[in-house]
């Protein structure tokens, strides 16, 4: 995909996002179209995949109801999005994945060769190790809670003053050996 | 420099002028319009350049900001396809290269960049350097540098289109003003050939024909005027040739009023020299007849004068004949006193006689006086010519009766001579006044010798000046011949003139 235009459309979709009265939460649809567009801008996507998908993980807190509407919603949209989408030459794949621990954590993500995690609610207490084995397993992680990407995780989306911000935390996605383009960059609002 | 002007056609001078202007449009294009493109062609470029600039700056920000190589790179690479693209190199804020192309052409030197771009032009090639600001300020600098061959080369091809066009322009502009020239000059050539022919005295040139209704058609047209106006000269001066003064001149103008005014001057004149021709003829005329009767006159005159010669030969004739016979006289009162006596007794008869014959000599003499001073009148008057000659006719006439009176007189004397020889012969018998007698006889007749001998000495003058007189009447009377001759030519002549006036065609002058 053309990287101007992306990032045009991306803005665009942003703008629209925000143009809604009632976008003041983010639809599971729009974060997820969020998501997808992010990941075109990492030059290191196909690097950090199997080669052939790009399998992104929906992790929730298990027994909490927040946070498993969340995933469900999200799984769903995801899973209609990706639908025939190709992301740096790969096929999207959703899974979700109750978090337990980081062992389990990392083993499924190592397992899975996930090249993406979306963060629910509900594992705030989790974030740390999450984020360990994320940039442990170059792993690019999303929540839609900002303060988590304060606390290291690398991406997350908020809304403010009727539009959406894209909130970067630059150290982490290094970390998660993530290459983000600075056109991405340029548009966000960075940790730096 | 004039004369070597006027000495040029004018076509040629219009196409030269036309040219020179050209040319100097031409010269001032080629040697000002190529460095003004050059110029405008120089600032689109840095304008272009700084646009390009302007752009790549932009796209530049956020990979230089992030330092971001791949995206600096990919920012960068897409001016690879702008025309005379050199080179491009971008420097992170602290001054080292982030990315770049064609690193190898781009000069060491360092430009300070401040908010402005800074363009400069070294060895064919433009630069610009500019800041590549972010949203924490100046990231970074961009410097591009672009070949300036393409601009050379568009600076030539329009230098070169540019004198391509020049002389084309000059060319066409040359040949246009010859064709203009050739169309304006070419009637003025028509009228110099048409006047020239005119010059040469040939007027059945057609008019021009010239419609135009430019100033050379208003020439054609002038000229046109002017020829017509030679041909009503020309028809005016044949018809006086013709000797025709009649008729009006339809000429308007001072030509026309100048040939008007002549051929009234002339029609007087000729109406002058007609009545003086008529007016010579008839004095010549006159003169003719005068000099006729003057001539007839003279020749009377010379007839009285003839008349009045052979009167006074008779005349002097006569006193010879007188004078002889008192020769004889005087021998017989010689021979009387000497053989007779008896006349002494007749001697005072005869002496009363003789008186008698003194008084008749004396009236003689007085004739003969008289005679002469006729003939000194008449030889007056003869000399003055016309009328005058008339009174020598009464001159010549009382000559006559005088010579007839004198006639008479020696008739009677004659007479008186024969009665005295009668009384002689009466008183011859007596001796002594027969003697006496005889002595004054020879003493009268000594005394009649005398006055014979001076009349016939008066006699002979007269005839002398009768005959100077006959000379000068026929000198006279020759010079009359002469002079009537002259009038009679002078006639002739008037009358000539009269004929030729007549040729003159004065009629219908004053309708």
Redesign the interface.
């Known amino acids: 995909m053309n990287r101007r235009a992306a990032i045009v459309t991306l803005i665009s979709a942003a703008a629209g996002l925000c143009s809604n009265a009632e976008a003041a939460e983010l639809g599971p649809k729009q974060l997820g179209l969020l998501i997808l567009r992010v990941l075109a801008y990492d ?1 290191n996507l196909k690097a950090r995949s199997d080669g052939k998908t790009a399998s992104i993980v929906v992790l929730f807190q298990e027994g909490n109801q927040a946070s498993e509407s969340l995933q469900i919603d999200m799984e769903n949209a995801l899973e209609d999005l990706s639908s025939g989408a190709i992301i740096s030459g790969l096929a999207v794949k959703v899974t979700s994945y109750a978090y337990a621990n980081p062992a389990a954590l990392d083993a499924r993500l190592a397992s899975l060769r996930a090249v993406a995690v979306f963060v629910c609610s509900g594992l705030g207490d989790a974030i740390p190790n999450i984020s360990t084995v994320a940039r442990k397993r170059s792993v690019l992680s999303f929540t839609l809670n900002t303060a988590f990407v304060k606390s290291g995780l690398s991406i997350g989306f908020a809304n403010a003053d009727d539009r959406v911000h894209i909130v970067v935390n ?1 150290p982490a996605t290094r970390a998660e050996g993530v290459d983000l ?3 991405l ?2 548009i966000a609002d960075l940790y730096r | 420099m004039n004369v070597h002007l006027t000495a040029i056609s004018l076509r040629a001078r219009l196409v030269s002028l036309t040219s020179l202007i050209l040319l100097a449009v031409s010269l001032a294009l080629i040697l000002i319009l190529p460095s003004r493109i050059g110029e405008v062609l120089q600032q689109r470029m840095e304008e272009r350049v700084a646009s390009l600039a302007q752009v790549a700056a932009a796209a530049l ?3 230089v ?2 330092d ?1 190589a ?3 790179q990919e920012s960068i690479d897409g001016l690879r396809l702008v025309t005379d693209f050199d080179y491009a190199l971008v420097r992170r804020a602290n001054g080292t290269v982030l990315v770049s192309i064609n690193p190898e052409r781009i000069p060491d030197s360092r430009v300070a960049v401040g908010s402005q771009s800074v363009i400069t032009v070294h060895n064919g090639v433009m630069r610009i350097d500019r800041a590549v600001t ?2 924490v300020g100046v990231v970074g600098t961009l410097t591009l540098g672009f070949s300036m061959s393409g601009l050379q080369l568009e600076m030539r091809a329009w230098q070169r289109n540019i004198i391509l066009w020049s002389l084309l322009v000059l060319l066409l502009g040359t040949a246009v003003n010859y064709i203009i020239g050739t169309i304006l000059v070419g009637p003025i050539h028509m009228i110099t050939s048409v006047a020239l022919r005119i010059a040469g005295g040939d007027l059945s040139q057609p008019n021009l024909g010239i419609t135009r209704k430019d100033e050379v058609g208003q020439m054609a047209a002038a000229f046109d005027r002017m020829l017509q106006l030679l041909r009503g000269l020309a028809s005016v001066a044949d018809r006086l040739g013709r000797g025709d003064l009649g008729g009006k001149v339809l000429l308007d103008g001072q030509v026309g009023e100048a040939i008007q005014r002549m051929v009234a001057g002339q029609r007087a004149l000729v109406g002058q020299i007609s009545e003086a021709a008529m007016k010579l003829g008839g004095a010549a005329t006159q003169i003719y007849a005068v000099l006729q009767e003057q001539e007839a006159s003279t020749a009377k005159q010379a007839g009285g004068v003839e008349e009045v010669s052979r009167t006074m030969q008779s005349l002097h004739d006569s006193a010879g004949n007188i004078a002889e016979s008192a020769r004889g006289v005087f021998e017989n009162a010689q021979r009387t006193r000497q053989t007779t006596d008896g006349m002494s007794s007749h001697a005072t008869t005869l002496n009363s006689h003789t008186a008698r014959i003194a008084e008749l000599l004396e009236v003689i003499r007085d004739i003969a006086d008289r005679s002469d001073l006729l003939a000194l009148n008449a030889s007056l008057e003869a000399t003055r010519a016309g009328e005058a000659g008339r009174a020598f006719a009464l001159v010549a006439t009382e000559m006559r009766r005088l010579a007839e009176r004198v006639t008479a007189s020696v008739q009677s004397v004659k007479s008186l001579l024969v009665d005295i020889r009668s009384s002689a012969a009466s008183t011859a018998s007596s001796t002594n006044e027969s003697r006496q007698l005889a002595e004054n006889t020879t003493e009268s007749a000594r005394q009649i010798t005398l006055v014979t001998q001076q009349q016939r000495t008066a006699t002979g003058q007269v005839l002398e000046s009768m005959q100077e007189i006959s000379a000068i009447l026929s000198d006279s009377v020759t010079s009359t011949r002469e002079i009537r001759a002259s009038s009679e030519m002078l006639r002739r002549t008037a009358q000539h003139l009269n004929e030729v006036v007549g040729k003159f065609k004065l009629e219908g002058a004053d309708k």
């Open positions: 030059r630059l383009d600075a056109s960059l340029r | 920000t956020a990979g900001e992030f971001d791949k995206n600096s972010g949203k």
